[in-house]
C-alpha cells in the first residue's frame, strides 16, 4: 500500500515536498516513483528512482524537483522547487514488484502498484 502526503497549495516560485509511506511487503519493491495528472491531461512521468540507485526525470520537472527514497523507512519523497503553474495537478506514488531498466523508470505501465494522490494546487 501507497499513501501520499504534503500536497497543499503554494504560489508560483514557491516550494512543497511530498511524502510516500510504503506498506506491506516492501521488500518486493524494485522501484518507485511520481506521476501526475491536471484535469483534461494525459498522465506525466515526474520522476523514478530504482534500488541502484538510477534515477529519472521528466524533462518538465528536471532541474527543479529531486527524488529520494528512505530505505529503512519506507518513504519515498519528492522535493519540488521553484514550482509554475503547470505543475498544478493531482501527483501519485507509484511502485513496481518487477525488475526493469533505468530507461522504464518513467513509464507509468511498468508500476503496479499505486497510491490514491495528493493534490498539489499552484496560483499565480
Known amino acids: 500500500q501507497l499513501v501520499e502526503s504534503g500536497g497543499g497549495s503554494v504560489q508560483a516560485g514557491g516550494s512543497l515536498k511530498l511524502s510516500c509511506a510504503a506498506s506491506g511487503n516492501t521488500n518486493s519493491i524494485y522501484f518507485m516513483g511520481w506521476f501526475r495528472q491536471a484535469p483534461g491531461k494525459e498522465r506525466e512521468a515526474v520522476a523514478g528512482i530504482g534500488n541502484d540507485g538510477s534515477i529519472r526525470y521528466g524533462d518538465a520537472v528536471n532541474g527543479r524537483f529531486t527524488i529520494s527514497k528512505d530505505i529503512d523507512a519506507d518513504t519515498l519523497s519528492l522535493q519540488m522547487t521553484n514550482l509554475k503553474t503547470e505543475d498544478d495537478a493531482m501527483y501519485y506514488c507509484?511502485?513496481?514488484?518487477?525488475?526493469?531498466?533505468?530507461?522504464?523508470?518513467?513509464?507509468?505501465?511498468?508500476?503496479?502498484?499505486w497510491g490514491r494522490g495528493t493534490q498539489v494546487t499552484v496560483s499565480s
Open positions: 507509484a511502485a513496481s514488484s518487477t525488475r526493469c531498466w533505468p530507461s522504464a523508470l518513467l513509464d507509468g505501465t511498468t508500476y503496479n502498484i
